[in-house]
């Protein structure tokens, strides 16, 4: 018999993330980072999970908040921004999470300059969502609650 998964979920956006809603509505849509808080917050809520949603400008803070998730959270969404072109370091912190985690992109980031074609964090994260807009992160938190259901736990996904 599994172990009760841990049924808090965070949400961490990296840099620029904290400016939806206010610029560039046409690559990432209306609704502000705090709207689609809410929205994921009662969706958690609904479910009886509980959500932590965080969001910083600096590689190193993001870096912490992940490293104290491993051992307060069931599960990980993480918008890291342009850190995701860049940054081995936040790589290795979610490389040593051992819950799953789903990256999100607002945008589709294939369809878009080369550089933003390759995520670094990619290879070490449980899943993917690009180009849905802000439905993604709605769908990244539907894909782990599933997984954090007792059931799921117990039939090895
Ligand atoms: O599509 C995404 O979600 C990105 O992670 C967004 C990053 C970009 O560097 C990635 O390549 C793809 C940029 C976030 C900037 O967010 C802003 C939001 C509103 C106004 C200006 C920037």
Redesign the pocket.
Known sequence: MAQAPNRTIAVING???N??G???PHI?GAQTLAEINASLTALADDAGFDLICYQSNHEGDLIDQVQAMRLTTGGLII????Y??TSVALRDALAAYTHPIVE????N?HR?EAF?HQSYLSAVVTGVI?GLGADGYRLALQALMERLQPAALDSAI
Request: hydrophobic fraction near 30%; proline fraction near 9%; include cysteine.
């Open positions: 840099p620029n993330l400016l939806l206010e610029r560039e990432y918008n890291p921004g342009g995701a072109h999100v992109h607002i945008s980031i878009r933003r690009c």
